[in-house]
């Protein structure tokens, strides 16, 4: 195996910490303490589990977390309701809607009623079209990690061919902006591609975003090529054990670290930055309310 991994685990600590030291400055010099809200309607155990999860790390580096835990037969007039509440308040500086939410609320109506300027899923519309315009906005949080990480790894990536597999609004498309405004040549490839493993040897990085496990084998890879794999994706595993599971992303790991120059893991390489990012959209969020300039490094 020839390639450097990129340890996303590591990396999402010292996002972490920046993230904790600036909150530390805001309280101390401003007495301004950051406040992420956080909606999460039903009890999908998944969803549960991610809202547990970033509730304890916001309050790991000093913000203020607010739960909001409705019924998941909650009416979207009372959802609306709430979020305009946290819209007008003036210590949430972020608001994060857990999604999916139940097929009976208008996922688009619910996201675009926040506040643009809180938004820090940056998935508002307005925040999709300041993103694609080139100017500042709220930048969803897995392709802003995965920026991070290419920046910190390369230094530099203006001029290199990126191919990004998938183009959801989540991640495949915010992916190839962000990319692009980091002036790679970037190619979007989806499922009716029709020359997938030739399209991805051109590419000096490869963002995989699909959901199909280990689809995307070394031989595809460019020698030296960086490899994202965003994919996060259960199989069975046997060899642990009847009944036993494991997660894989959507590149074949052993063969394309084979390959690769550099490569970021599953688990412990996309997946750790995206609740890094959430935290540092959220003090970003926070420093720009207050007219105060966001902590180096931590935006697109
Ligand atoms: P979506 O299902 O929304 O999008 C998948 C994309 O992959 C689509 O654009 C689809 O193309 C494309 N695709 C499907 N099959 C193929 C194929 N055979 N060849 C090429 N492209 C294909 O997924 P998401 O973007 O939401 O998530 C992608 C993966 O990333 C998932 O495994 C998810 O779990 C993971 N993820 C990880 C996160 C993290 O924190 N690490 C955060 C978010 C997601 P088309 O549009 O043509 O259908």
């Known amino acids: 195996m020839s390639a450097t991994v990129i340890d996303g685990k ?87 809607v857990q999604l999916p939410l139940p097929d009976h609320l208008n996922e688009d109506l619910v996201i675009n009623s926040i506040a643009p300027s809180k938004d820090v899923d940056g998935f508002h519309i307005s925040n999709v079209g300041l993103l694609g315009t080139g100017q500042q906005s709220m930048v969803p949080c897995t392709p802003l990690g995965c920026l991070m990480m290419l920046r910190d790894h390369h230094g530099s990536i203006s001029g290199l061919d990126a191919v990004v597999i998938g183009r959801s609004n989540i991640v495949g498309k915010p992916m190839a902006q962000l990319l692009l405004g980091d002036s790679c040549t970037v190619t979007i490839a989806h499922s009716r591609t029709k020359d997938l493993a030739e399209t991805v040897r051109r590419a000096d990085i490869v963002v995989a975003a699909v959901g199909r496990p280990e689809m995307v084998p070394g031989d595809w890879i460019k020698p030296g090529a960086t490899v994202i794999d965003v994919g996060i994706n259960r199989i069975d595993a046997p060899e642990k054990g009847p009944g036993k599971t494991r997660l894989v992303g959507d590149c074949h790991y052993e063969s394309c670290a084979a390959v690769a120059g550099a490569i970021t893991p599953v688990p412990g390489g996309v997946g750790p930055m995206t609740i890094a990012c959430l935290l540092a959209n959220t003090v970003t969020a926070c420093c720009r309310a207050n007219d105060l300039d966001p902590p180096e490094g931590l935006t697109a």
């Open 10 to 96: 590591a990396f999402a600590a010292t996002v972490r910490e920046k993230v904790a030291s600036h909150v530390a400055r805001l309280k101390a010099e401003h007495d301004i303490t950051p406040g992420l809200a956080v909606v999460l309607v039903g009890e999908d155990p998944a969803s549960q589990v991610y809202v547990r999860s970033k509730g304890k790390q916001t309050v790991e580096v000093g913000m203020n977390s607010v739960e909001h835990k409705l019924d998941a037969a909650t009416s979207e007039s009372d959802l609306l309701a709430l979020i305009d509440q946290l819209n007008a308040d003036p210590t949430v500086h972020g608001i994060l």
